[in-house]
């Protein structure tokens, strides 16, 4: 049976409990800037480098990665003011392609992506972190993990307590981050004038970059300015967004992309391509050579911009598995919303099992290579669905137009880094094909299969049942969230959530 629901009927004197437009310009770039940078720009440029041969090439690279996402991210400007629901990729699929391919997507994420991407993001938060009081020897590997399952469970706490507290502090390392790189772009740029420019001279000779690198040089770099397309998880949430949304965007793509090739001039200026190559943390190496003591500092923001990037994601992919349950495509509960806090707790939560499955698994990186194929697919078919929509739908509202090149040539860049993948590395990417394909059968399953034996709903039922009571005991009648009153298991509402009806969603 489904879960009693307040919508439609709400008491007398309460309003509707949605999710609240809390998003300001501000809080917009800062979800924007403070999840594309994470730990991409102080790993990245190692990756970068050695799939091109040279300084000068791995900086044209920067550019173009950066010229490139702000195509991707002016396309969901366009797709974010025009179809105003959350949820990002997975709504202009839906709307595009049908409900198939956007389960497909939502799946992938649900179980990969998203856990690999936080844990990741977490791991290199929990390096850093430990890095000053490991100076002499090696960070001990279950040390790290522990940290970082603290920090991941840290992350999970917030955005289920206070949309606003997540955005504020969201503000906070969003200065931190453009901190830590104005503490290397700064000394960089005194080398400059004081003349170190011996890692410059004859930039592009160097071990000829085989044309098979540049794709992969390319995947380092589009994963370093990845999360411009965050802010569309939350378009219900921002105010204004046919104006917010594309400003947003262009402020936070223009400081982004200046800010990255810049850091990548500063690094040359003291550090040569073969030492760059040999270091596993760049920007530590970098501050060790010019700054002394105060080197310290660098990991210290480097974890703060690793947790940034953690609560961002966080906060936005909540939001994703909200819409999908929303329509009917996850499990009901995933569609409720806090009473007072107005937080997706639910959705919020589902994240923190799958994500430290994710942290005491295996390779996690391989897991990226994976899926980096699996997210630029479905990037290049939400803005090849823009042009589509242009054909299909002309008199549809936009209050923000692209030119029709800048989509083209961006989806046209996601599937050719696509296709090249399947070519250059067919194992990572057929066994991330392999993971999206699994996707039809489990949509077949759970979303169209009317007829199921009774055994397998009963199962079924039974699980959600528990979960349900579970998360009501502990979660619902914690004193944490303001609610002490037991319950009476004859009148079981759960009065704290109240699910947001089809009716009322779109």
């Known amino acids: 049976g489904k879960l009693p629901s307040l919508g439609g009927k709400e008491p ?3 309003e509707k409990v949605v999710l609240k437009k809390k998003i300001t310009l501000v ?114 590997e279950l040390a790290i993990k522990l940290i970082t399952a603290v920090g991941i469970t840290v992350v999970m706490v917030l955005n289920s307590m206070s949309v606003s507290w997540s955005a504020r502090i969201q503000i906070f390392l969003t200065f931190c981050k453009l901190t830590a790189i104005l503490i290397i772009i700064v000394p960089g740029v005194m080398q400059l004038i004081k003349g170190q420019t011996q890692h410059f001279k004859d930039a592009f000779s160097g071990r ?31 105010e204004n967004p046919e104006k917010t949304i594309p400003l947003a965007i262009c402020i936070s793509m223009a400081i982004v992309t200046i800010g990255y090739v810049l850091t990548n001039v500063a690094y040359f200026t003291t550090i040569s391509a073969e030492e760059l190559l040999l270091s596993n943390a760049v920007a530590v190496t970098f501050s060790e050579r010019l ?10 923001f480097v974890a703060l911009s690793c947790f940034g990037s953690m609560n961002g994601g966080v906060f936005a992919v909540s939001r994703l598995f909200y819409v999908a349950s929303r329509e009917g495509q996850l499990p009901e ?5 806090h009473v007072r806090k107005h937080t997706p707790l639910p959705a919020v939560i589902v994240l923190h099992p799958l994500t430290m499955i994710m942290l005491f698994s ?34 549809m509202h936009r209050p923000f137009k692209v030119p029709l090149f800048i989509p ?83 009148h079981t509402h759960p009065l704290m959530f109240n699910n947001v009806s089809k009716a009322t969603a779109h």
């Open 12 to 14: 007398p004197g309460q």
């Open 27 to 140: 809080r917009g770039i800062s979800i924007i800037i403070g999840t594309i940078i994470g730990a991409g720009i102080f790993i990245s440029p190692k990756g970068v480098l050695q799939n091109t041969g040279s300084v000068g090439m791995s900086l044209v690279i920067w550019t173009v990665c950066g010229v490139l996402s702000l195509f991707g991210a002016l396309s969901y400007a366009e797709l974010g003011t025009s179809i105003k629901k959350s949820g990002g990729h997975y709504t202009y699929i839906l709307e595009v392609f049908g409900p198939l391919p956007a389960f497909v997507r939502v799946w992938v994420e649900l179980l990969i992506i998203r856990p690999a991407a936080t844990a990741v993001i977490s791991l290199a938060f929990g390096r850093y972190i430990l890095e000053p009081f490991f100076i002499q020897c090696e960070i001990p």
């Open 208 to 238: 000829g970059a085989n044309i098979m690198g540049l794709p992969l040089a390319f995947y380092y770099g589009m994963y370093a300015y990845a999360g411009w397309f965050y802010l569309n998880f939350v378009t219900e949430e921002v």
């Open 291 to 300: 700054l002394g003591n105060f080197s310290l500092a660098v990991p210290i």
């Open 333 to 337: 509960i995933l569609s409720m919303i």
């Open 362 to 395: 295996g390779d996690l990186y391989s897991l990226l290579n994976f899926l980096s194929f699996a997210r630029w697919l479905f990037i290049g078919l939400a803005v090849a669905g823009l042009i589509y929509l242009r054909y299909k739908r002309p008199d």
């Open 408 to 490: 083209a040539l961006f989806s046209f860049t996601c599937l050719f880094m696509v296709a090249l993948s399947l070519y250059s590395d067919p194992f990572s990417t057929g066994i991330g094909f392999i993971i999206t394909l699994t996707g039809v059968p489990a949509y077949y399953l759970f979303i169209i299969w009317d007829k199921k034996p009774k055994w397998f709903r009963r199962l079924s039922g039974k699980t959600f049942t528990q979960f349900w009571d579970l998360l009501r005991d502990r979660v619902i009648e914690n004193p944490v969230y303001g609610y002490t009153q037991p319950h009476t298991h004859t």
